[in-house]
Every structure is written in structure tokens, then in C-alpha cells.
């Protein structure tokens, strides 16, 4: 392999390794908020594993939302 496939392979695995680590993340973190009903940490929980992406983001968009409407 020449060295521009090596960097692209490198960087998509640091990509997936992120994308992962933030799923997870945000996974712990809607399940530990304790603010939230039960119910509402297991649909975040759900919109985050089906379509990771946009849960991840949907999730930072409303948490701070969710932390002051309590």
C-alpha cells in the first residue's frame, strides 16, 4: 500500500474509534442523568443505538435543555 491508503485507512479507523466512543458516551450519560424519567432514558437510549449519529447530536442539543427544565 502506498502512504496516502495508509493515512486514509488511519483515519477512518480513528473516525470509527470517535464515533464509538461518543456513542457509548452519550449511552452512559442519558442512563445516568438522573433528572430524566426512565422512560425518556430509554427511548434516548434507543434513538441513540438505531441512528447513532443524529441521537449523539439530538442528545447534546437537548441536554442542556433537558438539566434546566427541572
Not at 474509534?17 to 456513542?23: D, Q, R, Y
Not at 442512563?31 to 439530538?58: C, E, H, K, S, T
Amino acid at each position: 500500500m502506498e502512504l496516502w491508503q495508509w493515512v486514509l485507512a488511519l483515519l477512518g479507523g480513528a473516525s470509527v474509534v470517535f464515533i464509538l466512543g461518543a456513542i457509548i458516551w452519550g449511552i452512559f450519560d442519558a442512563l445516568g442523568n438522573a433528572r430524566l424519567d426512565p422512560a425518556f432514558r430509554i427511548g434516548w437510549v434507543l434513538v441513540m443505538a438505531f441512528v447513532p449519529l443524529f441521537g449523539i447530536v439530538a442528545w447534546l442539543y437537548a441536554k442542556p435543555r433537558l438539566s434546566r427544565s427541572f
